[in-house]
DNA sequence: TCGTCTTACGAGAAGCGTAAGAATT
DNA sequence: AATTCTTACGCTTCTCGTAAGACGA
């Protein structure tokens, strides 16, 4: 229905209350409750329980349909702006945690070289928000990092028709705490390390590590940022193990590469211009 | 923005007439001029030229967008008027070709015997169909079949939160046609295959093989349908090769396991009742 | 000149705000 | 009694249909 509508609902549910989504929003209360009225009509069936206010089971259901559902409407408008618009000379990279490294960064230089009249911004950005920013044209071009098999796919979040490209892929290492019995050897295997302690962080997730390496990874410490140096010193004071991008962390055992540290570019549609002559220079295909 | 907007668009651009599309869609053409006049303001582009009309570029990309984006409302209403409604005693199970196997129809039967109450309907629907089924609420339950590295998922389209569960894998085998150099050969690898013809068919996707090992295997006859009988004469009279569950082409070389026929369960929320009972008896996990 | 899309204008419907009412704490 | 949601009602805005106008073939 609606995306107002929808929206008006995602405000009410996590405030719990009409008046303040209305406050936050803009409207009356007397509007909120009309729209919520309108949304349980339209499904038959009531999405909110009053006093207090708290989704229904439909109502959480619904909820997890929202946020997707308003963001592929607003990546199919800032996808059709973008194929219109004239070719401009300022674009955002948004780039997740650990998605620039030396490789992409050095191609990034080159670019800037060649094309002079074109302005870059960086925008960092959360773990897995690169391409959901790309999609929503709030950045042109995204830089996505994960683990995966060598020259296999990221499995990225379906925002809608979005072009992947691989830009980097180095070996991954294992950060392990200082006088680990494994941290003087050279190559290690995951299969070594299923019963350890890993750190919870969006920089190395561990559903990821067990998708691809079987069950096991126990789970250590929650940290939710993703300061590479916060990251480090939990590992080196033995809070658990986690997997970086050798780069990233020089001297510390290599895995074996049965897994890799991979970089992506994305972006919607462009046209031709400065914004494909960038994406063309950063993953070449 | 309104979804109703988007359809009216569409209709256009299928019919390249708005007069057209208002006759199928029930309004004036005045109507309909003004639908796609107030899309093309809010995008501040126009999206079909006219005399004649066809989609622009940003018309094309929209248009590409539209058919998840509808997809994904009707899928959101549908998951919620699940959840909300009373367990019925009817049930929709859509099954793709070549996805009702033996194995499954052997728990279908054994689950009707315990749910005696339970009335079944299947509903044949074209390859990728019947995740699409399912999401619109056009169906409960939904068998889809593919390709897949043993026990990998199969890729399903994204229609929003759908639970796919293994039901059933089976070997693969080659269809080859009658006295093929290969045809008394206990085992076959892929790789012995890639450089010759393989038919076009929606039962045995070429991009999908390609995908899984690798380029090559040269696209013959195009057959659209999904007719089995229909397939295994065109292989035999040597329009090109095919894959097929082993449990389909009986006496035919298997394929080395490397890849194996899957099926998967696929269903939205499932409040407790009969639906969740069959579901759990196909696809026990 | 005919077919087709666009624009102008009036009627109806839908949505919001004000304000009064109901229900819960 | 106070707070918060619902309902009633008037007003504005939006959308559709009719009808006239513009533009090509």
Do not use: K
């Amino acid at each position: 229905m609606d995306p107002n509508l929808v929206r008006t609902f995602m405000t009410v549910a996590r405030l719990g209350s009409f008046s303040a989504a209305a406050a936050e929003l803009g409207y009356t209360q007397s509007a909120v409750s009309q729209q919520i009225a309108t949304l349980e009509a339209d499904l038959g069936t009531p999405l909110l329980s009053r006093r207090p206010v708290a989704p229904t089971g439909a109502g959480e259901r619904r909820l997890q349909h929202a946020g997707p559902l308003l963001l592929r409407i607003r990546a199919a408008r800032a996808d059709v702006r973008r194929v219109a618009a004239a070719p401009a000379h300022r674009l955002t990279l948004a780039a997740g945690p650990l998605a620039l490294g030396p490789a992409v960064a050095a191609r990034l230089a080159r670019a800037r070289v060649r094309l002079p009249r074109l302005t870059v911004t960086v925008r960092a950005c959360a773990a897995g928000e690169a391409a959901r920013l790309v999609a929503g044209g709030e950045a042109e071009l995204g830089l996505v990092a994960g683990i995966a098999a060598p020259s296999d796919p990221l499995r990225l979040p379906d925002v809608g028709p979005l072009t992947a490209t691989g830009a980097e892929e180095e070996p991954l290492v294992v950060a392990l705490p200082d006088g680990h019995p494994l941290a003087g050897r050279a190559g290690l295997r995951l299969a070594d390390l299923v019963d350890a302690r890993w750190l919870r962080t969006p920089l190395c997730p561990l559903e990821r590590l067990r998708d691809l390496a079987g069950d096991g990874f126990r789970a250590g410490l929650h940290y939710t940022g993703d300061d590479l140096r916060t990251v480090t010193s939990l590992v080196a004071a033995g809070h658990g193990l986690t997997l970086l991008p050798a780069s990233a962390a020089p001297g510390v055992p290599l895995l074996a590469p049965r897994l890799v540290h991979r970089v992506e570019l994305v972006h919607g549609a462009l046209p031709p211009g400065p914004a494909a002559d960038l994406a063309a220079a950063l993953a070449p295909s």
